[in-house]
């Protein structure tokens, strides 16, 4: 759906110093900025980075308004692996993190992922969608143990 605020980001995006904009289909853009390149499609809110090989990144999905400030502006900083998906190697170091007591917040800069995608990777490990709702930020630096433990996981 096109909304008003799409369409404005989306101007926002292609008018943005320094963007340089190739319509490459009816919803389809490339982007190219600062020697970095998008595959851009405003209207569903997907995209995926292309990397200087010319290999392309998983597809990405977020409110235009989020790709605009992060990746154009910079004022919205997440950690490097934010919103990828979860290799069979972060899984293994997660599950080594926790039998050392490590805690949400050292998992998540280990792994250079935001605090809230390892609660939800434990969500999805212990199969319970409600540990979302009760692990805050106020217990990002319990050991993951600790909050098993107590029966917050």
Not at 19 to 28: A, D, H, I
């Amino acid at each position: 759906m096109w909304n008003d605020k799409k369409q404005k980001y989306s101007e926002a995006i292609r008018n943005h110093p320094g963007v340089s904009c190739k319509k490459l289909s009816k919803y389809k853009y490339l982007l190219q900025f600062k020697g970095r390149r998008w595959y851009l499609w405003p209207r569903s809110g997907r995209y995926q980075h292309q990397t200087q090989d010319g290999g392309v990144s998983e597809v990405f999905m977020g409110e235009l308004s989020d790709f605009y400030h992060r990746y154009l502006t910079g004022e919205l900083q997440f950690p490097e692996n934010f919103g990828k998906t979860w290799s069979k190697i972060d899984e293994e170091v997660l599950y080594d993190m926790i039998d050392y007591a490590c805690t949400v917040r050292q998992i998540a800069v280990e792994l250079k992922r935001h605090p809230v995608s390892v609660i939800n990777k434990l969500a999805k490990y212990l199969d319970d969608d409600s540990i979302q709702n009760r692990i805050t930020q106020d217990f990002y630096d319990v050991p993951v143990r600790e909050l098993v433990h107590w029966g917050l996981l």
